[in-house]
Every structure is written in structure tokens, then in C-alpha cells.
């Protein structure tokens, strides 16, 4: 059946009603985003506000260095105690230079 045109002008009008009210909810919600994202930014401002700068005590370098110095250390400690107690020799055998030759040669098989 046929639409009237006083139909077909009330259909429009709530066609447009509706895409006007999508628009506000669309503004709203644009609005509400904005908001809480400043409300963010201000929670943020007033933490750093109320703690001073913190200035690290031990510096990261300074970590880094500490870490790569024990763990050179422990390095040596456990080849000692591997080739002292566990290889029968003498602990600071480990620490020569011709220990270590010897040790190449017998896994490389060179009899130098």
C-alpha cells in the first residue's frame, strides 16, 4: 500500500529525531572521554605535587657494573671449587694461564 505523504513527512521527521539524538549521545560521550582524561592528568599533577624527586641512590650504572663484577666472581669461584673439590687439584691451579692451555689441548687433542 501506498504511503501518504503525511506518512512518508513523519517518517522523515523521526528518521531525522533519531540521528539528531545518535548525535548528542555521540557528544555526550565525547565530552564524558575528554573529562575523565583530564581528571587523569590532574590526579597525576597532584601526586608528582605532593612527593618531592627522588634521586636514586645506587645509579642503574652503577647496578650494572655491581652485577657484572659478581658475576665474574661467582664465575671463578665455581671454577675453583670444581677443580679443586670436585678435579682433586689444587683451587688456585685454576687461575693459570697453562691450566687452561693444557685443558684446550686435551679437548682440541693437540699434544703440544
Not at 24 to 44: G, I, M
Request: net charge positive; hydrophobic share 35%; proline share 4%.
Amino acid at each position: 500500500m501506498p504511503e501518504t505523504v503525511s506518512e512518508q513527512k513523519t517518517r522523515r521527521e523521526q528518521k531525522r529525531l533519531q540521528k539528531e539524538e545518535k548525535k548528542l549521545e555521540r557528544q555526550q560521550r565525547k565530552a564524558e572521554k575528554a573529562e575523565d582524561q583530564e581528571q587523569k592528568t590532574d590526579r597525576k599533577e597532584e601526586k608528582l605535587r605532593g612527593k618531592p624527586l627522588k634521586r636514586r641512590v645506587f645509579p642503574i650504572w652503577l647496578r650494572i657494573i655491581v652485577v657484572a663484577i659478581l658475576c665474574f666472581l661467582a664465575l671463578i669461584l665455581g671454577l675453583m671449587l670444581g677443580y679443586g673439590v670436585i678435579g682433586d687439584g689444587k683451587a688456585t691451579d685454576v687461575l693459570e694461564f697453562d691450566t687452561w692451555k693444557h685443558i684446550k689441548n686435551i679437548v682440541t687433542g693437540n699434544p703440544d
